[in-house]
């Protein structure tokens, strides 16, 4: 492990900063916070962003290598860590430091919930629209750290637009801001957007500042059964090419529409919309008029379908790919993934349709086969400048085949200069990120 102290005297020096409490080597904790099979040396749950700077602080000193956790719901992205000394778990830092709704900005600690800020803000009509699958229970650090996204990324984009400042412990233990708050960056980066998707390589997110929006006044939505996924991908085009601002413009299979609870088409597509009253109805009006060009109908959905919808994408397999390809080739890449999984099982396909982002989850398959198609996959998107990444995986998977995909020089050359300067001494979650990084 290459630590210089033993796990008693780690654990008092831990202990004195946290409490007895907020220390333990405990055999069932640490089997809770295992990372692909590795057990840490020790769990520390801090209870201020100060207590989480002097343990980063004490791990750098000690050359322990530290894994962030938040919700754990993102622990098998990347490539399998070759060292855990210390789980920091960030849980307890649950705080809503500030809300403004008339700047209609909020800060809160990263151990906040997504689901816990939208109870806050629902009184105020207001929300972080932000819904990476199973987002209620997610911690908006891990959402950051990840740049997890969902349906509503049609509209509002990623935390990466959504993020104005962050607060943060450097790798030293060294507490700092960048973004908003402060006049210039310590550092001379766009720290808030530098940070985000950095799988928590360089840096402790601990408080976020967050740009809000409106809640819609009205919300509608509607399934349009189509007969294959080309004409799936003709509504979409009619929709991005019209003037109509949908809130989501989402693609299932045949086995989403099974799983969510929706009549059997051979494709659908669920589209909704947020505005006012009036403007919804002329948005749900056009929709039902193209459905009916292309002698299919729109069936309005009722407003627990994103409920619906969000659980089943939770739900969905024990392997899944983040394939991004361009929004007039999801047909044909969707139909290149298929057959190059055409030994595996159950095999459930969604996607943003407008931005070309497809999910594709598989609950059966060996770790060769998977291995195979991926690469498959990945040649086939490369010529459109398009990526497949193994968002979740088994680590026998994601040891035979890099989970993030060939990465061009100059983006790599950049990315370990920035881990260089920022984590020197790879502190945090080394060997995680892209390059093994």
């Known amino acids: 492990m290459g630590v210089s102290v033993t796990t008693r005297a780690l654990g008092d020096a831990l202990a004195a900063i946290v409490g007895p409490a907020g220390a333990t080597d405990a055999p069932a904790a640490r089997r809770a916070a295992a990372v692909d099979g590795r057990e840490p040396q020790i769990v520390v749950r801090p209870r201020t962003l100060d207590e989480a700077a002097r343990i980063v602080a004490l791990a750098h000193d000690e050359r322990l290598a530290v894994v962030p956790r938040g919700g754990g719901t993102a622990l098998t992205l990347g490539i399998p860590i070759a060292r855990v000394d210390l789980v920091l778990d960030l849980a307890g830092l649950d705080a809503i430091v500030e809300h403004n709704p008339e700047d209609m900005t909020a800060t809160v600690q990263a151990g906040v919930t997504a689901g816990a800020l939208a109870a806050r803000l629902a ?60 006049v210039k960056s310590v550092t001379g980066y766009d720290v808030p957007k530098l940070l985000v998707g950095s799988l928590g390589t360089l840096a402790v997110l601990g408080e976020l500042t967050l740009r809000l929006h409106p809640l819609p006044e009205s919300e509608a939505t509607c399934l349009v059964p189509v007969h294959s996924v080309d004409a799936a991908q003709e509504l979409a085009a009619f929709v991005v090419d019209s003037t109509l601002q949908p809130n989501r413009l989402e693609l299932l299979d045949p086995a989403a529409l099974a799983a969510s609870g929706l009549p059997p088409a051979a494709a659908g ?54 394939v991004s390809t361009l929004a007039t080739r999801v047909a044909a890449t969707l139909g290149e993934a298929r057959a190059a999984l055409g030994g595996a099982g159950g095999v459930v396909m969604t996607g943003g349709l407008s931005l070309g982002l497809l999910r594709i989850a598989v609950g059966q398959g060996e770790p060769a086969l998977l291995a195979t198609a991926v690469e498959r996959l990945r040649a086939f998107v490369a010529a459109d400048g398009g990526s497949v990444v193994i968002e979740r995986g088994a680590p026998a998977l994601r040891t035979r085949v890099d989970p993030w995909g060939a990465v061009p020089p100059p983006a790599l050359a950049l990315m370990r200069a920035l881990k260089q300067e920022f984590d020197p001494e790879r502190t945090l979650n080394p060997g995680r990120f892209v390059g093994g990084i």
């Open 269 to 322: 597509v669920v589209v909704s919309f947020g505005s006012v009253a009036p403007a919804v109805r002329a948005q749900q009006a056009a929709i039902t008029a193209e459905a009916a060009r292309m002698r299919t109908r729109a069936e309005t959905m009722g407003p627990g379908f994103w409920r619906t919808y969000d659980r089943m994408l939770a739900a969905m397999g024990p392997t899944l790919l983040r």
């Open 123 to 182: 009184a105020h009509r207001q929300t972080l629209p932000l819904d990476p699958p199973g987002w209620s229970g997610r911690t908006l650090g891990g959402i950051a750290a990840t740049a997890a996204s969902g349906p509503l990324r049609a509209r509002y984009g990623t935390m990466r637009d959504l993020l104005l400042g962050v607060r943060f412990v450097q790798a030293d233990g060294v507490l700092t801001w960048g973004g908003a708050r402060v």
